[in-house]
């Protein structure tokens, strides 16, 4: 079984930026995608990034040329380096492990706040 343990939120000004870290710990080996997902008050969850173990990177559009997705596949740790935030990035982010189909495993989530 997969654990994922997520840190780095915080309160940051409008432009500035932060690094998410998602330590993953367990049978990682088989999850073959690690994403991040977002949920603002009052929104549906929404996917933000993810990347394959072989370093293929995937972007919402909202994020694409501001956020960037990495992989420490030897520390189990995956990364979203979020510049040039906006306040409409305020949410909770998500990190979570794709099993065979879907994602299904997923971590307690840390509040991203970004003021304007």
């Known amino acids: 079984q997969v654990q994922l343990v997520e840190s780095g939120g915080g309160l940051v000004q409008a432009g500035g930026s932060l690094r998410l870290s998602c330590a993953a710990s367990?049978?990682?080996?088989?999850?073959?995608?690690m994403g991040w997902f977002r949920q603002a008050p009052g929104k549906e969850r929404e996917f933000v990034s993810a990347i394959s173990r072989s370093g293929i990177k995937v972007y919402a559009d909202s994020v694409k040329g501001r956020f960037s997705i990495s992989r420490d596949n030897a520390k189990n740790t995956v990364y979203l380096q979020m510049n040039s935030l906006k306040p409409e990035d305020t949410a909770v982010y998500y990190c979570?492990?794709?099993?065979?189909?879907?994602?299904?495993?997923w971590g307690q989530g840390t509040q991203v706040t970004v003021s304007s």
């Open positions: 979570a492990a794709k099993g065979i189909y879907e994602y299904d495993t």
């Open positions: 367990g049978r990682t080996g088989s999850r073959s995608f």
